[in-house]
């Protein structure tokens, strides 16, 4: 398809291509979402399921069409001035965040199949797949106007889902907490971008590098300022500190699987985003952005896993607010490349990117466990799987795998062969004091990992009450939360027998 119009003998051409291929993952799941939301309306509560399942099948979908695009050659809505600046691209490093997300919200979706009774069907599909769609969209943007559009389509669906849960306070407050903290991240977020534009009159990051290289010294703090508060914007996507305040009230008030969600897909957005605003849009700041990251770095791995060690097991949904501090401390560990990117070039992003995925694969995993003791213990502590291994042997054997891919040790090579190549990327960079610094919250983070993985296999202490027993072994599972349950470990399992298949990003240039 071409859009056109006419111009005068000389003049740049109007003409603009629009690539379909490139941009159908995030336009099918869009398309889908608006289709989901429409049958909602003409299906009857029986076949209410149907919903999910078409939800299910248009990520699929999506997935496939990565398929053909594998080459990551192909650019789109790109200016016709000769520039060569386009809006949306499709390279290796789209790519393969569209293939973390998509399989992310895939996986989100099993866990929510047939689990969605006390939840408006047709609202909470179409607000998954549209956040999806903005997912998807992120990473391939090649301008700050479609950066932030597409941001906010992956958010504000985001805030809906956390408070979905009719008639529930806790939800409806950690979706007002995310919605108002966000809001704040974001004006700031648009301000800096408002200054960025100012500085250097152009939206698209490629520009922008060219443009911040030679800015005339009377706009060279407009610009140092746009650049500190777009950062601020990305950093609280990513849960960082001193802006992760929002985590923890928000995993524990949303649906189990929207956490899972927001741990995985909405952290991988806010780290696509930075990335692309530091490594291709301001390089000629990374001597402000450096440092920054550094600390940023060094500060969340700290907080979070210090914070994940002070939770105590008889604590109501204690496991759930466990995994929203580790995904805080694991976040720190993903900042890292990032940072030092600033020193050593835009190579070491490859590092957040593979650390990334081991992540996504694992904690999805851990959370579909969760998922399945939370069926028969509402309360989801960390006492309640004390003895789990008795009952549910399989579930246990898959949780202590996923906990022990995220502490590093094995048999969870692939966890312990990422944070190894994060650790190199810090000191290749020369920043041997956040190397330092990892490899203590590394230590840290041992102890509650290991701690819980032991209680997996511990048997129930003598006049365990009720609430904290071992769940029935009797009790039915739906199929689609074994799916899930079984791919996470298949994943897993497999990288941790060929873990080069996301260790060779490590050692590639994705742009």
């Known amino acids: 398809m071409t859009v056109a119009a006419d111009s005068a003998p000389g003049a740049a051409s109007l003409v603009q291509s629009v690539d379909w ?3 159908a993952p995030p336009v099918i799941a869009a398309s889908v979402a608006l289709i989901v939301l429409v049958a909602d309306l003409f299906v009857g509560e029986r076949h209410k399921p149907l919903l999910g399942y078409g939800a299910v099948a248009g990520l699929v979908a999506a997935l496939a069409t ?30 393969v965040i569209q293939a973390l997300v998509l399989g992310g919200a895939l996986l989100t979706a099993l866990l929510s199949v047939g689990d969605t009774r006390k939840l408006p069907a047709g609202e909470f599909w179409f607000l998954l797949l549209a956040s ?35 008639g529930d ?19 700031v977020m648009l301000l800096g971008v408002s200054f960025v534009y100012a500085t250097t009159g152009t939206m698209h990051l490629t520009e922008i590098a060219a443009r911040l290289d030679d800015v005339p010294g009377r706009f060279s703090t407009l610009a140092e300022a746009g650049v500190v508060l777009t950062l601020v914007g990305f950093a609280f996507k990513t849960a960082a500190a001193p802006f992760h305040f929002w985590v923890p009230d928000t995993y524990v008030g949303a649906p189990l699987p929207i956490a899972a969600y927001l741990s995985v897909v909405g952290k991988a957005v806010g780290f696509s985003g930075l990335v ?103 309360g989801n502590r960390l006492s309640d799987y004390r ?8 579930a246990a054997l898959a949780m202590g795998f996923f906990l022990l891919c995220l502490a590093g040790l094995p ?40 701690r819980w993985t032991a209680a997996l296999f511990t048997a129930p202490e003598a006049g365990t009450q009720p609430g904290t027993a071992p769940q029935a072994p009797g009790h039915r599972v739906p199929a689609p939360l074994t799916l899930a349950i079984v791919l996470t470990a298949v994943a897993g399992i497999t990288l941790s027998g060929a873990p080069q298949l996301i260790l060779r990003f490590a050692a590639v240039s994705l742009f």
């Open 21 to 23: 291929l490139a941009i």
């Open 66 to 95: 990565l398929v053909p695009l594998r080459a990551g050659d192909r650019s789109t809505f790109c200016l016709t001035d000769g520039s060569q600046a386009c809006s949306y691209t499709a390279d290796h490093f789209a790519l």
């Open 132 to 166: 999806a769609a903005g997912a998807a969209l992120l990473p391939a943007a090649r301008d700050l106007a479609t950066l932030v559009v597409a941001l906010e389509v992956a958010s504000l669906p985001a805030f809906a889902l956390v408070g979905v849960k009719r």
């Open 169 to 187: 306070r806790r939800s409806s407050e950690a979706a007002l907490k995310f919605f108002l903290s966000s809001v704040v991240a974001t004006a």
């Open 276 to 378: 692309l605003v530091t490594v291709i849009g301001f390089p000629s700041y990374a001597d402000v952005w450096g440092p920054a990251l550094a600390v940023l770095a060094a500060l969340t791995m700290t907080v979070g896993n210090v914070a994940a060690l002070r939770q105590t097991a008889t604590r109501a949904r204690s496991a759930v607010r466990l995994l929203a501090w580790s995904s805080v401390g694991q976040a720190g560990y993903l900042l890292v490349p990032i940072a030092a990117a600033a020193y050593s070039g835009d190579e070491q992003i490859g590092s957040t990117v593979a650390y990334a995925l081991m992540y996504a694969v694992v904690n999805l995993g851990a959370f579909a466990v969760a998922a399945l003791v939370a069926r028969t213990h509402p």
């Open 387 to 394: 003895g789990l291994y008795a009952t549910r042997p399989l």
């Open 411 to 450: 048999p969870g090579v692939i966890g312990l062969f990422a944070k190894v190549t994060v650790f190199s990327a810090a000191v290749d960079a020369g920043l041997g004091w956040l190397a330092v610094v990892m490899a203590v919250n590394v230590v840290i983070a041992l102890y509650y990992y290991l």
